[in-house]
């Protein structure tokens, strides 16, 4: 929690979770909204009267669920969005878990580390910073780089010998795809 009650969240892209979530109990609400027809259906097939009345009540108690459920969305969903919408902390808050990610890149594969460079420079877009503002490139774990490729410029490579390449870290070459450029010139 902080200072003024409110809970902190702790998952990183909070703004594009909750879209998600919505989309989630939008599905719920589908799911539901097909049992009702079951239901209907069922209780139109009865032969037994008294059966059929109860089905269609049952029917019922969830169709007015199902609607509640929809205004619920639609309305908590709009003030979500607006208060996210424009909200710094959230995208300082994605930037900082972004950063400690590619500091703590396991050097496995850099193509995780070209998306989350590309995440930050987005986040950071929405706050009005850049990403050297926050990072610098040799702060970024690698495997040793190869001398002889340096000059490419080459900054990051992983396990398998992939590099990251380009002053803006988003060109991604094998080691020797960039001898072979470098051959070339």
Not at 1 to 15: A, D, I, R
Not at 31 to 49: G, M, P
Not at 53 to 62: K, N, Q, T, V
Not at 148 to 167: A, E, H, T
């Amino acid at each position: 929690m902080t200072e003024n009650g409110n809970p902190v969240f702790f998952s990183t892209h909070l703004h594009e979770d909750l879209a998600h979530a919505f989309e989630d109990l939008r599905k719920v609400r589908e799911e539901i909204t097909e049992a009702i027809r079951l239901v209907e259906d069922a209780a139109a097939q009865s032969s037994d009267k008294e059966r059929e009345a109860e089905l269609r009540s049952y029917a019922d108690i969830f169709l007015g669920s199902v609607d509640d459920l929809e205004k619920w969305i639609t309305t908590y969903e709009a003030a979500v969005n607006a208060k996210l919408a424009g909200n710094p902390l959230v995208y300082e808050r994605d930037t900082y878990q972004t950063l400690v990610r590619i500091l703590q890149w396991d050097c496995i594969d850099v193509r995780q580390l070209a998306r989350w460079i590309r995440e930050m420079k987005e986040l950071t877009s929405h706050i009005g910073l850049n990403v050297p503002y926050l990072l610098h490139v040799k702060q970024i774990p690698t495997e040793p780089i190869p001398e002889d490729v340096v000059k490419y410029p080459v900054f990051i490579m992983d396990r398998q010998g992939y590099c990251l390449c380009g002053m803006d870290l988003a060109e991604i070459r094998f080691i020797d795809e960039v001898r072979e450029l470098m051959a070339e010139r």
